[in-house]
Nanobody
Framework: QVQLVESGGGLVQAGGSLRLSCLAS????????MAWYRQAPGVQRELVAL???????SYADSVKGRFTISRDNAKNTVYLQMHSLGPEDTAVYYC?????????WGQGTQVTVSS
């Protein structure tokens, strides 16, 4: 079992920045993929960015050039640095851990961007 706890969300003005953190605990295997998803009200949850245990990354087109995902394997933590935030980025952001058929989700952290 892997438990995930997100932090770092909050209210920010358009154009601002935030950094989200996700701390993983439990039985963590080295070969995993961690990701950030987000879900706005009435909208399907969408993948924002992912990073493999080898450091390969992938981003949604809507955040490329503005968001950066990174991980510190020694601290079992994944980060999402977000810049140039806009109202369209307002959502609950969820951390995800995936290995083979196993998936774990955090409880989510709210990000609200005011215009």
């Amino acid at each position: 079992q892997v438990q995930l706890v997100e932090s770092g969300g909050g209210l920010v003005q358009a154009g601002g920045s935030l950094r989200l953190s996700c701390l993983a605990s439990g039985t963590i295997f080295s070969d995993n993929t961690m990701a950030w998803y987000r879900q706005a009200p009435g909208v399907q949850r969408e993948l924002v960015a992912l990073i493999t245990s080898y450091g390969s990354t992938s981003y949604a087109d809507s955040v490329k050039g503005r968001f950066t995902i990174s991980r510190d394997n020694a601290k079992n933590t994944v980060y999402l640095q977000m810049h140039s935030l806009g109202p369209e980025d307002t959502a609950v952001y969820y951390c995800n851990y995936r290995r083979s058929y196993y998936n774990s989700w955090g409880q989510g952290t709210q990000v609200t961007v005011s215009s």
